[in-house]
């Protein structure tokens, strides 16, 4: 019912910064949290940051603070990830996710490739 599209993803180098775009479609987004999650080769799908829709409270990874911002404009049913002073240890495939309160990861975007060279 909730489709999810990722954006933003690219080669960058050591130290530069990325903005990850994700857009809800299929339905009005209430009570409800989005954020990502991301997947290198050969290694478990990890926590990145996470943000509640509505209200707009956040939280991180231990590994991204400081470095990563996550934030979203109700109005366009997005949710943005900003990456800064990326390291070569971040390139992985980025999945935006969302759902309700008590199941924040029930939906899941496709990914987008994001690779940090050293």
């Known amino acids: 019912q909730v489709q999810l599209a990722e954006s933003g993803g690219g080669l960058v180098q050591a130290g530069g910064s990325l903005r990850l775009s994700c857009s809800a479609s299929?339905?009005?987004?209430?009570?409800?949290?989005m954020g990502w999650f991301r997947q290198a080769p050969g290694k478990e799908r990890e926590f990145v940051a996470r943000?509640?829709?509505?209200?707009?409270?956040?939280y991180y990874s231990d590994s991204v603070k400081g470095r990563f911002t996550i934030s979203r404009e109700l109005r366009k049913n997005t949710v943005y990830l900003q990456m800064n002073n990326l390291k070569p240890e971040d390139t992985a495939v980025y999945y935006c996710?969302?759902?309700?309160?008590?199941?924040?990861?029930?939906?899941w975007g496709q990914g987008t490739q994001v690779t940090v060279a050293s």
């Open positions: 299929g339905r009005t987004f209430s009570a409800y949290a």
């Open positions: 996710n969302a759902g309700p309160y008590a199941d924040p990861s029930a939906y």
């Open positions: 943000i509640r829709f509505a209200g707009g409270s956040t």
